[in-house]
């Protein structure tokens, strides 16, 4: 496929996702009818279908259907810990054996050390076509905010205009107990600015309600959204996600919550696990599923095979409306061995281990919809009008996606970007 104009006046014959065209637009057997982008001044100016001749004036680029999507999101990352892996020695398999082995690394988390691995994971975020990342750090001592959370505090105004970076103070649940000390870090985290977050990670190893109930009034009093690790485990007995969905309704929490991992749906029985799905949708919760990382760290033990593979209901989220996203979650440390920050790993990753129909059309929503994250989310989703931030998978096709899409050009504000 020829390489694009410096700035292209209109992309000919994209295939765009069925989620991001109006109802009536054409179609048939194979899908919705290709599309020609207009694009000005690095927008979106109009989006229309190719149903006959196209007449379009100035320099464009015909894609010949590649499907093409906006700029994605990559709703959960850890930043801090990324790339530390091929320094350490053996770790122990499983959630818990990885949080003990990065707890033995930050000896070595200089300013210049966070500051290079974060920035490398950025820089590949941005070459694979991710406008908007969300990094959670771990946050440890309740007085003070670690080192990584001013290095991503740093990056964060560094790299604006090219990825929109949020943190998440990743806290213990036990840091919460006491409710004058919740109120305390909750006004630290929302001194950062307004891409800071509160978060907590919600597990029955740690379970405490009364903290959990502290940590959300004390988002609440500062205004701040929340965004929490929930019981990213196979224990049926789980129940961060329930007890939250509640506890937001109880309280009328006016901020947006996300809630990651939610592996515990896959174990718990079936109309337990719906009506804890029906209250999320109630709430409402976006939830964010990160197949890689679950599929390597549930279940896992030396020399086994695992059976059982702690992906969160995803389809049944779905039919209740709830906003779902994926995510790359850990890159090369000790939670996941591999990684790239390339949201298309965990798409491949979610097609496979979740059984995804129409991935391209229907469901490669879940790595665009930054929306999903903020207080008032779109009511529909469109190219006109938008920043042209383009994603053109140049080898893969809409019935294969994502298959073949590591070649793609990447367009910000209407540029191709070479990396
Ligand atoms: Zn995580």
Redesign the pocket.
């Known amino acids: 496929m020829p390489q694009p104009p410096a700035a292209p006046d209109f992309i000919a014959n994209a295939r765009l996702p069925r989620w991001l065209l109006p109802t009536d637009w054409p179609t048939d057997h194979a899908g919705p009818a290709l599309a020609l982008l207009e694009l000005a001044q690095g927008r979106v100016t109009r989006t229309s279908p190719i149903t006959g001749t196209v007449r379009v004036t100035g320099q464009g680029w015909d894609v010949q259907g590649a499907p093409v999507l906006p700029g994605m999101v990559d709703a959960?990352t850890?930043l801090d810990k990324a790339f530390i892996l091929p320094r350490m020695g053996a770790v122990k398999p499983g959630l818990l054996g990885a949080i003990d082995a990065v707890i033995g690394d930050r000896a070595h988390w200089t300013h210049a050390d966070l500051r290079e691995r974060a920035e490398r994971g950025l820089q590949w975020a941005w070459e694979a076509g991710t406008t908007h990342l969300r990094t959670?750090i771990d946050w440890w001592d309740p007085s003070a905010p670690p080192l990584a959370w001013e290095v991503i505090a740093e990056l964060a105004a560094e790299w604006r205009g090219r990825v929109r970076l949020e943190q998440v103070a990743l806290i213990k649940l036990g840091l919460f107990q006491d409710r004058d000390e919740a109120q305390a870090l909750a006004r630290r985290v929302a001194a950062t600015g307004p891409h800071a977050l509160l978060g907590g990670f919600v597990h029955s190893s740690n379970w405490d309600a009364n903290a959990l109930r502290h940590l959300v009034h004390a988002a609440q009093a500062v205004d701040l959204d929340l965004d929490l690790?929930v019981d990213e485990e196979l224990n049926p007995g789980a129940q961060g996600l329930a007890f939250i969905a509640l506890l937001l309704r109880d309280i009328g929490f006016t901020g947006r919550v996300v809630c990651?991992h939610n592996c515990a749906l896959a174990a718990q029985p079936e109309d337990q696990a719906l009506a804890t799905l029906d209250a999320v949708a109630r709430a409402p919760i976006t939830l964010v599923s990160?197949p890689i990382t679950n599929l390597l760290l549930q279940d896992a033990v030396t020399g086994r095979t695992p059976r059982l593979r702690g992906l969160m209901l995803v389809k049944e989220a779905r039919e209740r409306g709830i906003p779902l996203l994926f995510a790359s979650?850990?890159v090369q440390d000790p939670f996941c061995r591999v990684g790239s920050l390339d949201p298309l790993e965990a798409m491949q990753a979610a097609t496979l281990a979740g059984q995804l129909d129409t991935p391209f059309d229907t469901w490669s929503d879940a790595l665009c919809r930054a929306d999903w994250l903020q207080r008032q989310p779109l009511a529909r989703a469109t190219l006109d009008g938008a920043n042209a931030d383009l994603v053109v998978f140049t080898a893969s096709d809409a019935h294969a996606w994502p298959s073949r899409t590591a070649p793609r050009v990447v367009l910000r504000n209407g540029r191709p970007l070479i990396p």
């Open positions: 959960h850890h959670h690790h990651g990160l979650d850990n």
